[in-house]
C-alpha cells in the first residue's frame, strides 16, 4: 500500500495469495492482456483458476444443496463441476462443436479449461485474428 497518497492496487497485488498456478503462466497473461472489458478477462481468469461458484466449489465451502440438486443444470447427469459445466456435458460439447465446426476448428475437446483456451488462442493466431483479440471467441462461448 502506499500509505503517502492513497491506495494503490498495484502495490498490494504481491500480496493477494493467487492459488496453486504459476501467475507466469502464458494463458493468464493473454486473458488479461486480451480487448475486452475487464469484467470478462475477470471471468475468464477465474474460469482458468477454478474459483468460478459451481456447486461443487460452494459445497466445499459450506454451501449446502440436496443431492439431487447437485446435478447439472444443462444435462442433469453429472455433478456440476467448472470443466463439466464449460467442456464435457454433453449438452456444452454439442455447442463447441457447432462453432468449432463453423469456423474450421477441429481440434477439441480439451480435458481443462486452460487447455482448450491455449488451442483456441493459437488457431486464431494461425487464422490472422486481430492482435487483443485471439482467444476472446473461446471466452464468448464459455
Given amino acids: 500500500m502506499n500509505f503517502q497518497r492513497c491506495f494503490v492496487p498495484r502495490s498490494f497485488s504481491p500480496k493477494i495469495p493467487f492459488g496453486p498456478h504459476d501467475k507466469f503462466d502464458k494463458a493468464f497473461q493473454l486473458v488479461w492482456k486480451m480487448g475486452v472489458p475487464y469484467k470478462i478477462k475477470a471471468f475468464g481468469w477465474m474460469l482458468l483458476i477454478n474459483r468460478l461458484p459451481t456447486k461443487d466449489l460452494l459445497s466445499i465451502r459450506g454451501i449446502s444443496f440436496p443431492i439431487d440438486s447437485q446435478k447439472c443444470i444443462s444435462c442433469g447427469n453429472a455433478d456440476e463441476t467448472l470443466d463439466h ?44 485474428v486481430k492482435k487483443e483479440k485471439e482467444g476472446c471467441d473461446w471466452l464468448a462461448i464459455t
Fill in 85 to 128: 459445466s464449460f467442456l464435457f456435458c454433453y449438452v456444452i460439447i454439442l455447442v463447441w462443436r457447432d462453432i468449432a465446426e463453423w469456423i474450421g476448428f477441429s481440434d477439441f475437446p480439451e480435458i481443462e479449461s486452460k487447455g482448450s483456451f491455449m488451442k483456441w488462442y493459437k488457431f486464431c493466431k494461425l487464422k490472422k
